[in-house]
Structure formats: structure tokens, C-alpha cells
């Protein structure tokens, strides 16, 4: 039997028996939300009176026809202290049953998902390189305010895997859980500057489209997506389809109180050729998980796509343009409108642009981290939000364009060298390098071949690093200027 499967048939096994029960994710070890109400819901015998003890607290409820119960704890105060968690039901018979949860904190929680970059561990993973630095930091990776909570990976366990319950952080529960990279690093920065315990729920799955991680609400959001939730679609993973990872590896998740989401995918949909659809699919996405969590506010902080040479790749079903990545990156970019969200460049991490898997994580987790420190947190942190393109102005009878960013305090080179990868066009569409110079916060950019530009590209490549930078040595996001058609797939008879 598969192990979700294994999983789904244990809890209705227990809702059978009318035993008192709760999901995988209430356990030993765990962390509650400080400072919201705490959710915590499981199964017993249908019209038992079922009763949550913890800090001081007690909440009573009665079980429906079907045996479920949910009761929400009072917000609570940050605490380090261990301290338990029980329940007890009381059914028809006076039958008595009791839970006890031992060793549990209260602090932040944070709900990490995606594809493959985000589930790559700290340490070797097969076929791929491992991540940078990690033997050097398991020896420094006891943790016990960080919490973590491993779920089903996308292949099957190994023998010796730690999943689906709650461990303190250690080398040896990173090391058997196979624990996200970018996620332990974010976690450790967190309980590093906040002071307080982290939990961390990670569930990812390598090589799945966004569609995969959407309710079927979702797709009925916009009209642009309706249907499409019916319709099969080759997948990188066999068997995936459009709501599948939402039923089997979110939703066990849904209610537990929790403060946000990172989110690092889109790979797949590249290889779709997608442009401003996976925006589309981005916001509602975001929508349908606050909606799930009835947290309409929730940050939800997602990674930009790192330089890959998708376009030299031969054996995928769609031969890709070098625009199909920096269309995505637009994609992500335009996901921005939605309220409580941030994006983090990734465009100066990668030291193989040949590898779809970077191994620098540990930047990958301190940027999430720096960025929730300031937008979630208000902490005062130095320019955490990468520079995005404002506005375009050509001064009359100019030849140059000058642009604006914001944020726009502090722009730099980060090399001290002349500002890389911007091209510039006329009303020809055609694109040539261009000069770009720093002047009173305004990027002015120009070239001899084009005596009237109307259109400015930056890092407008699969490859891009380029050298614009904030106070914090982030990179600017690749942009275009203009709305012209793309090619993001080769035409059959060209290939």
C-alpha cells in the first residue's frame, strides 16, 4: 500500500472504531501559533463530550453524527516551557478515553510547500548535487526551539525515515526526515532573531505543476481557470493530476493554526510553456489556502525561479524558447498585486546554471527569513524587498529612457562595474545591448542602434545575474517594458 494511502486509511480506520483520535500533526514535540486561536479538532464516538486541556485552558465540545470535533484554545502567549496537551472523551456509556501530547511549545508556525527546490534536504539527495556547506552545519544543527514536521515525500520512504510526526531540530532529524534545506535555514534564522520556538510543516513533492496544489474552488475562482481542474495534463510525476496534492497532502494540515506560507515551485509550469496564466493560478492558489486556513491575511512569502538553460533541454515534451523562463519570472512578478505576499531573488545563487537544483539553500532560507522579519514581524530590516521595475519616461526628443524602481533608495552595481543586461528597442521590436547608468536614483539606458527606443528588457534570460542591486546586495527583477507576443515554445517544424 502507498504511503498516503497507508495514511488516509489509518485515520478512517480510527473514525470506524470511534476511537478518540486526532490527525497526524497533533503530536509530541509540536509547536501551537502564539497570539491566535488555537485550533484542535480530531475523532471520537458520535455525541461524546470531548475536552482540551493545556496552559491553564479548558475547552469542551460534543462530536457530531459522524464522530468529528473541533475546539479552538484561546490565543496563547509565546512559551520555550514543555508543557502537555490532553483530551479526554466521555461517550454515551460513560466510557472514558484520554490523549496526552507531550513536550509542546508555542511560537510561530509556518507551512513550507512546492516542488523539488523546496523539498531538496540538507545533505545528499539522489541525482543531484548535494547542498552547499551542510556537513559543516550538521554539526551546528541542534536546535530545540526549532520543531519540524516532516510530511510524506514524493518518493516512497526509506527504511529509517522520520514522517509525519514532530521532532526536535537535530542532525539526525534532518538527516532521517530528509528535512527541507531552505526551510531549516529559514526556521533557524526565525528562532535566532525572534526568541521563540518555530514549528515548521513541510510538504513538497518534486517535479508538480501549481495545479496539482489547488482545491477544486480554486479553478472556480477565475474564469480563465474553470474546467481546467477536469482536464488530464502530462505531468513530469506520473499520476499527478490538477487537486491531488491538495487532497493528499494539504488538506491533513487544514485546520492547524498557523502564521504563513513559502512557497517555492514553477519549474513544471515552465516546462508548460506558460506565461501570465501562472499568475493566474499563483493568486488563486493564495486565495484558496487563506480561505482554508480562515486566514484571509496570511503572508505568503514564494521564491523567484532560479536561471536554468530550459531551452537546451531536448527530452521534455516541449522543445522551450529562452523566453519561457523569464515569462514565468513576469508571471511571479505580476503575483505581487495580492495583498501580504514577497517575493525573493534568486538570480545571483546559482553557480551552475545547468542544474535546475542550486545548492546555495542557506541564502535561499536567510532571505525568506529577512523577509518575513520585516513584513510579517516588523522588525527593522535593510531593503528586503528586491527592486521591481516602476515606470518608463522618455524626456522629449531624447534618445535615452530613464526608469524608475521600487524600491528605489540605494540602487547600486554590485561589482562596481556598468550595469548588466539591459536591452532596448524601437518600434522595430528588435533588441540591442544597451548602456544603463545610475542618476539620482533613475536608471537612464540608451544605444547608438536605436535613435528612438520605446521598449527597455532587463535579464531578460534564462541565464540572467545581473548586477543591479539594493542596500542588501539583492538583485533587481528581470522585467520587460513592452506587452509584444512571446514564443515560448519552438515550432514543431523547427525542431
Known sequence: MRPRLLCLFLLLAALLRADLACPPIFGDHMVLQRDLPVAVWGTAEPAATVTVRFAD????????????????????????????????????????????????????????SGQSNMEKQLGPRRGQQPTDGYEEELTRADCPPLRLFQGLHALKPKEGDILLEWRRCSAEALTRMEFSAAGYYFGRELVRELGVPVGLIHSSFGGTRIEAWMPPAAFASDPALRGLEKVPYDSWVKGVQATELWTERVTPYVPFTLRGFLWYQGEA??????????????????????????????????????????????VWPKQLTPDSLPAVWEAQAAALDVPHTGLIPTTDLVGNVKDIHPTNKHDVGRRFARLALAETYGR?????QAPRFQTLRRPWFSQKLELTFTPAVGLRSRDGQPLTL????????????AEAVL???????????????????????????????????????????????????????AK
Not at 422 to 433: L, T
Open 269 to 314: 509550469n515552465v516546462m508548460n510553456a506558460e506565461h501570465l496564466e501562472y499568475a493566474v493560478k499563483m493568486r488563486a492558489l493564495i486565495a484558496s489556502w487563506r480561505a482554508a486556513w480562515g486566514r484571509p491575511d496570511a503572508p505568503f512569502y514564494f521564491a523567484q525561479l532560479a536561471p536554468f538553460t530550459y531551452s537546451r533541454i531536448k
Open 380 to 384: 527593522k530590516e535593510n531593503a528586503v
Open 57 to 112: 485552558q479548558e475547552k469542551a465540545t460534543t462530536t457530531d453524527a459522524s464522530g468529528r470535533w473541533l475546539v479552538r484554545l484561546d490565543a496563547l502567549p509565546a512559551s520555550a516551557d514543555p508543557r502537555d496537551l490532553t483530551i479526554s472523551a466521555l461517550n454515551r456509556e460513560s466510557k472514558i478515553e484520554n490523549l496526552k501530547f507531550e513536550d509542546v511549545l508555542v511560537g510561530e508556525v509556518w507551512f513550507l
Open 422 to 433: 539591459f536591452q532596448i528597442a524601437g518600434a522595430d521590436r528588435k533588441f540591442h545591448p
Open 439 to 493: 542618476k539620482g536614483g533613475k536608471v537612464v539606458v540608451s544605444s547608438p542602434a536605436v535613435p528612438k527606443p520605446v521598449a527597455v528588457r532587463f535579464a531578460w534570460d534564462e541565464t540572467a545575474n545581473p548586477n543591479l542591486v539594493n542596500p542588501a546586495g539583492l538583485p533587481a527583477l528581470p522585467f520587460r517594458t513592452d506587452d509584444w507576443p512571446l514564443t515560448l515554445e519552438v515550432p514543431k517544424e
